[in-house]
Each structure stands twice: as structure tokens, then as C-alpha cells.
């Protein structure tokens, strides 16, 4: 998990380079939770009470983290049986025990996401609009950008999506 904050770290290095201080939201996909966790923690420890609105994102058929956070009780939900997805390096549908106790402090929502979530990302990174780099991304690295379209649309359509699965954990977001 140490690694992973790297990846925080250098985020908010291009961030700063261009002028912005800090993200307002930050949307982490997560199999067993290492990802996420490592990601949520390093916001939290440099931002504290000023951390980004930070979204958990899983496929439908492994969502434990989802289930956890709906049973509102702080224990981790573990997921079996068949876990077929697209999203395979997510199809863990056990949380890390530290991971859970990070994201269950610390996001703000949870999100369970059908495969057409994943493959709709993919084709929006793999197909970008004008001078957008090009961005070849594994259906589990494009569930994020599918789903921040899908809510989008949501928002903006008379005609829905169909509906993702998703829990707040906190009154304030």
C-alpha cells in the first residue's frame, strides 16, 4: 500500500503545476481495497478535514466494500460465489481488513457498478474528443471514467441510465 501513495504524490505534484491545490473529488476503484485505501489514506493525511469527496468504485458481482458500507455496522462484508466481470483484477469480493478501516472513515460514497460501466470508460478513454490524449486503460483502471460519465448523463438526461448501485456513508456529502 506505501507504493500506491506514490501515485497520490505525484498527483498532486501535476496538480500543483497547474495551479490547483487539490482535487475536489477523487474516484478509486477497489478489489481487496489496497488501491483505494492507500489513495484515501495519503488525502486524508495531507488534507485532514479538507479532503476531497472520494467515491469507491467496484464491480456488482465482488462489491463488498458496498455491502459493508450499506450494513452501516463497520464490519467488512465478504462476497462469494461466482464473481463473473469484466472487471476481473476487481473480482476479489474480500476486503483487506486495514483498507476497509480507511475507507470506511474516510469516503464519502460507495458505488457497485455493472460491467457496462467499465466498457463504457474504456471506450471514452480509448476514444477521446478533440487534442485529448488517447488512453489505453484495462476495464478494471476505466470503471472510474465510465461511471463519472454515467452520473453525468444522469443528471443532465431526460432519458437514465440504468441505475447504479450506490450507498453515503456520511449525512454531509
Given at each position: 500500500?506505501q507504493?500506491?501513495?506514490?501515485?497520490?504524490?505525484?498527483?498532486?505534484?501535476?496538480?500543483?503545476?497547474?495551479?490547483?491545490?487539490?482535487?475536489?473529488?477523487?474516484?478509486?476503484?477497489?478489489?481487496?481495497?489496497?488501491?483505494?485505501?492507500?489513495?484515501?489514506?495519503?488525502?486524508?493525511?495531507?488534507?485532514?478535514?479538507?479532503?476531497?469527496?472520494?467515491?469507491?468504485?467496484?464491480?456488482?458481482?465482488?462489491?463488498?466494500?458496498?455491502?459493508?458500507a450499506?450494513?452501516?455496522?463497520?464490519?467488512?462484508?465478504?462476497?462469494?460465489?461466482?464473481?463473473?466481470?469484466?472487471?476481473?483484477?476487481?473480482?476479489?469480493?474480500?476486503?483487506?481488513?486495514?483498507?476497509?478501516?480507511?475507507?470506511?472513515?474516510?469516503?464519502?460514497?460507495?458505488?457497485?457498478?455493472?460491467?457496462?460501466?467499465?466498457?463504457?470508460?474504456?471506450?471514452?478513454?480509448?476514444n477521446?474528443?478533440?487534442?485529448?490524449?488517447?488512453?489505453?486503460?484495462?476495464?478494471?483502471?476505466?470503471?472510474?471514467?465510465?461511471?463519472?460519465?454515467?452520473?453525468?448523463?444522469?443528471?443532465?438526461?431526460?432519458?437514465?441510465?440504468?441505475?447504479?448501485?450506490?450507498?453515503?456513508?456520511?449525512?454531509?456529502?
Amino acid at each position: 500500500m506505501q507504493g500506491y501513495g506514490t501515485i497520490a504524490a505525484e498527483a498532486i505534484e501535476q496538480l500543483c503545476r497547474l495551479g490547483i491545490k487539490k482535487p475536489t473529488h477523487v474516484f478509486l476503484q477497489a478489489g481487496v481495497g489496497s488501491f483505494a485505501a492507500a489513495i484515501q489514506g495519503y488525502f486524508a493525511n495531507l488534507f485532514g478535514n479538507e479532503r476531497p469527496v472520494t467515491a469507491i468504485v467496484e464491480p456488482t458481482p465482488a462489491d463488498c466494500f458496498y455491502r459493508s458500507a450499506v450494513a452501516n455496522d463497520g464490519k467488512p462484508r465478504i462476497v462469494t460465489g461466482e464473481m463473473t466481470t469484466i472487471m476481473a483484477g476487481l473480482a476479489c469480493g474480500e476486503p483487506s481488513r486495514i483498507a476497509w478501516e480507511l475507507l470506511r472513515d474516510y469516503s464519502d460514497v460507495f458505488f457497485a457498478c455493472p460491467d457496462w460501466v467499465a466498457a463504457k470508460g474504456m471506450r471514452m478513454l480509448g476514444n477521446p474528443l478533440h487534442d485529448d490524449p488517447r488512453v489505453i486503460s484495462g476495464e478494471s483502471g476505466a470503471v472510474t471514467t465510465g461511471l463519472l460519465a454515467a452520473l453525468m448523463k444522469a443528471t443532465t438526461s431526460k432519458t437514465r441510465e440504468p441505475r447504479l448501485a450506490w450507498t453515503r456513508t456520511h449525512a454531509s456529502c
